[in-house]
């Protein structure tokens, strides 16, 4: 569903928030989505929920969201930033309008701009509050892989960013904490989706998939513990974060672990784009 990020759990981040009590902002792009999210969070315990639609690529906007969301909530506690482009394809088996210039700007304003505009506009209520900021990343983002070589860059900026963003803030002795989760393929619905069948996830080791409620767990735990930087699944990721820097022939490794020649790779990933619904055009956002 598009609306609340489906790609790492953002609906169900929300509901882990709203069962410890907290006050909520939810923005997306579906007003629809966004006030059945509402209901189910005032249901689960939540003390306030509050909607604001926004459509985060227009990094421009974000300045007069910041308006909107204090006009609501004058002290702002977490900064989740959750939402995401998710472009899954190999970069040269991109069709030329995807190739683009424009293309990857708006997948960059998405991913990556919009999450630096946010910081940006909130730091200094952040400052005020003692507050947190939560980054969700991606083990894409640690390592290079084909497959999603687009999507990836993404991540690495992030990564590059906010870990940077980290070390500064400590240097300035900032009483705001940054937490980036380095998150793998955590099995939501919408990642289901991009299988066709079952025994295609059931392809899939079990120490590679994550588990979505684990994964809202874990973000709202974090709000307690600050840590600079957690990886989920721990065992994969961690393995795949050491993996690329101590083997020099990693590239042949992984074109080896797929199996299957670059157009057959190809027309997977076309497949699972086909079914996923976090293509560009309906691409999922959502921050609390």
Same mark, same amino acid.
């Given at each position: 569903s598009s609306g609340i990020n489906a790609e790492y759990g953002g609906e169900v981040t929300a509901y882990k928030y709203a069962g410890a009590g907290a006050k909520l902002v939810l923005s997306a792009r579906s007003l629809d989505k966004l006030q059945t999210v509402k209901n189910n969070a005032l249901e689960r315990g939540a003390k306030s929920v509050d909607i604001i639609t926004q459509d985060f690529s227009k990094t421009e906007e974000i300045g007069k969201y910041r308006e909107r969301v204090l006009a609501i909530h004058p002290t702002i506690d977490v900064l989740l930033l959750n939402h995401a482009a998710l472009p899954i394809m190999p970069w040269m088996a991109l069709p030329p309008h995807k190739q683009a210039p424009e293309y990857t700007r708006r997948i960059f304003n998405i991913n990556v701009l919009s999450f630096i505009e946010l910081t940006r506009v909130f730091l200094d209520d952040l400052e005020a509050s003692a507050g947190q900021i939560q980054v969700t990343s991606s083990v894409a983002g640690l390592i290079p892989h084909f497959e999603f070589g687009l999507y990836g860059s993404t991540k690495h900026a992030v990564n590059g960013f906010f870990y940077s963003l980290q070390q500064e803030l400590l240097a300035k002795q900032s009483r705001v904490s940054v937490s980036v989760f380095s998150l793998g393929l955590i099995m939501t619905d919408n990642m289901d989706a991009m299988f066709s069948t079952e025994q295609d996830t059931?392809?899939? *080791?079990?120490? /590679?998939?994550? $588990? /979505?409620n684990q994964v809202a767990h874990i973000i709202v735990s974090a709000?307690? #513990?600050?840590?600079?930087? =957690?990886?989920?699944?721990?065992?994969? /990721?961690? +393995?795949?974060? @050491?993996?690329? &820097? +101590?083997? *020099?022939?990693? &590239? $042949?490794?992984?074109?080896? #672990?797929?199996?299957? @020649?670059? @157009?057959?790779? =190809?027309?997977?990933?076309?497949?699972?784009? $086909?079914? @996923?619904?976090?293509?560009? $055009?309906?691409?999922? /956002?959502?921050?609390?």
């Open positions: 059931q392809k899939i *080791p079990n120490f /590679v998939k994550g $588990d /979505v709000t307690i #513990s600050r840590p600079r930087n =957690v990886d989920y699944p721990i065992a994969s /990721v961690k +393995f795949m974060r @050491s993996f690329f &820097h +101590f083997f *020099p022939n990693y &590239h $042949d490794i992984i074109i080896a #672990s797929t199996g299957k @020649s670059y @157009s057959e790779t =190809v027309e997977i990933q076309q497949r699972l784009e $086909d079914a @996923s619904k976090t293509i560009l $055009d309906n691409y999922q /956002v959502g921050n609390i």
